[in-house]
């Protein structure tokens, strides 16, 4: 299957950094990616869908300052948390599809904001 | 809007039960449907899809779902468990049309004692 890889796969910051999350699909190009986060023993919550090229949508509640995403290529999205507070602490996991119906999803990045 | 609702939180299991494990969905068109399995520590783990045809789908470690078009169901089954199966399960759906992302159910926690 396609492959898509996420880095840093854990990142600790201090509160009040910034902190950018890179996705990229390695073998195949992906107009539309989407970024997801996970809670403890929580299902995973969309956050936003990012377009190449064009302006991230996010979901109702998703506080689109604070977590900044650019689509700049093909195969590159990349989400900023910034100023970031220890409730920011969570798994974030990116997905791509190269338009078959099905998404490929990244290793998912885990924060942790002391 | 969609959404897909898991109806099991919890299920406890001794090895060698079966398992089914229910999902519904709220959509109006047409969708594609998975379930994901993400084991301890790891990321999420593709276990079968449905896109069109056979509504009777077999996927990795015998598992297997059945499309059930008239009930927007549809319900993981395996006839066995065994302890390595302890994980949390999603089941997950995405319209048909382009650029839509996947829309995940809450999750079941499965644990299977030895």
């Known amino acids: 299957g396609a492959v898509v890889s996420q880095h840093p796969s854990r990142v600790i910051c201090k509160s009040g950094t910034s902190v950018k999350i890179e996705c990229r699909s390695l073998?195949?190009?992906?107009?539309?990616m989407f970024w997801y986060r996970q809670f403890p023993k929580k299902s995973l919550m969309l956050m936003a869908t990012s377009n190449e090229g064009s302006k991230a949508t996010y979901e109702q509640g998703v506080e689109k300052d604070k977590f900044l995403i650019n689509h700049a290529s093909l195969t590159l999205s990349t989400l900023t948390v910034t100023s970031a507070h220890p409730e920011d602490s969570s798994f974030y996991i990116c997905?791509?599809?190269?338009?078959?119906?099905?998404?490929?999803f990244g290793e998912g990045s885990r924060l942790t904001v002391l | 809007a969609q959404s897909v609702s898991q109806h099991n939180h919890h299920v406890i299991l001794s090895e060698a039960a079966s398992l089914e494990l229910g999902c519904n969905y709220s959509y109006g068109g047409t969708v594609n449907l998975f379930w994901y399995v993400q084991y301890p520590g790891q990321h999420l783990q593709l276990l079968l899809k449905?896109?069109?045809?056979?509504?009777l789908v077999k996927g990795i470690k015998g598992f297997e779902a059945e499309f059930i078009k008239s009930k927007f169901s549809f319900n993981l089954r395996k006839p066995s468990v065994q302890w390595s199966d302890t994980a949390e399960y999603f089941c997950?759906?995405?319209?048909?049309?382009?650029?839509?992302?996947?829309?995940f159910g809450k999750g079941t926690t499965l644990s299977v004692s030895s």
């Open positions: 073998d195949f190009q992906a107009t539309t």
């Open positions: 449905y896109f069109s045809g056979d509504p």
């Open positions: 997950a759906v995405m319209p048909t049309q382009a650029g839509t992302a996947l829309i």
């Open positions: 997905s791509a599809t190269p338009n078959t119906g099905e998404l490929f």
